[in-house]
């Protein structure tokens, strides 16, 4: 699995598994190099808001050219809507994905719902609800006797760690922490996690995991990398962009 990108700051938000499946389309589009993106054949997207789906039009051009092979779109009705409504709509971006508009679409669309797995070879991605300012989901990636758990933008909340809990086999955990603790009312009004919610939420799973902070904020990483580490977390660890983790 990789986080995709280059840098020590995260702008945006792409995960990489096993180079045929991403989560969120924030970076895919320009941290990759083309043979990488062409191999991309299943993206799911957690949420609306632009730093998870920013390069998805890039993406679909880059890879355009193969459109026997189509892209597949994973979301839920919102997002979905989102795409059709107000990024795929003739002015910010033409229309890839309205298999009416012409031409065959570099991608189809398919409609996630919470709860129901998607199952890709031996790959089963499980969309999980979760606390975010707009309708978002987490997933839970599992192959073989490992998952891992990605409950991508979220505040403070409960059904990815009941989810979680019900494996025995969750091997690492890809956890947002976007605000320093002196932000915890815009944190809390942007349905985000502070250190201190951060501490909490890992304290939900019931057995020991890696617990990897991601989605910190670059303005206020210094602070909030400082914050995680004084909390003496056992297996925590900082994400970085484009670092390949194996479980």
């Known amino acids: 699995m990789r986080s995709v990108g280059d840098a020590e700051f995260q702008f945006l938000t792409s995960y990489l598994i096993n180079e045929t499946l991403a989560i969120d389309a924030g970076s895919l589009g320009i941290a990759l190099d083309l043979d990488s993106q062409r191999k991309i054949k299943h993206v799911f997207l957690s949420h609306s808001h632009i730093d998870h789906l920013a390069t998805l039009p890039i993406f679909l051009e880059n890879t355009a050219e193969h459109p026997a092979e ?11 809507d989102a795409l059709q409504r107000h990024l795929f ?35 089963r991605v499980t969309p999980v609800a979760v606390n975010h300012a707009v309708p978002a989901i987490g997933f839970v990636v599992e192959e073989g006797d490992v998952a891992v758990v990605f409950p991508v933008d979220t505040g403070p909340t409960e059904e990815v760690w009941r989810v979680a809990n019900a494996l025995p086999k969750v091997r690492a955990v890809f956890l947002e922490a976007t605000f320093p ?9 942007a349905k985000h996690l502070t250190p201190k919610t ?4 890992v304290r939900k799973l019931s057995y020991p995991a890696k617990i990897i902070a991601v989605h910190i904020k670059p303005a206020y990483r210094e602070q909030v990398v400082e914050e995680l580490l004084s909390l003496g977390l056992p297996d925590l660890e900082i994400g970085l962009p484009g670092k390949e983790y194996r479980f």
């Open 70 to 80: 189509g892209v597949t779109i994973y979301g839920s009705d919102d997002v979905l």
């Open 89 to 123: 709509n003739g002015r910010l971006w033409p229309n890839l994905i309205d298999e009416t508009a012409g031409p065959r679409p570099p991608c189809r669309l398919v409609r996630l719902e919470a709860g129901r797995p998607v199952q890709i070879g031996g790959v």
């Open 181 to 189: 603790n002196s932000m915890s009312d815009l944190a809390r009004v």
């Open 198 to 201: 951060f501490a909490e939420e």
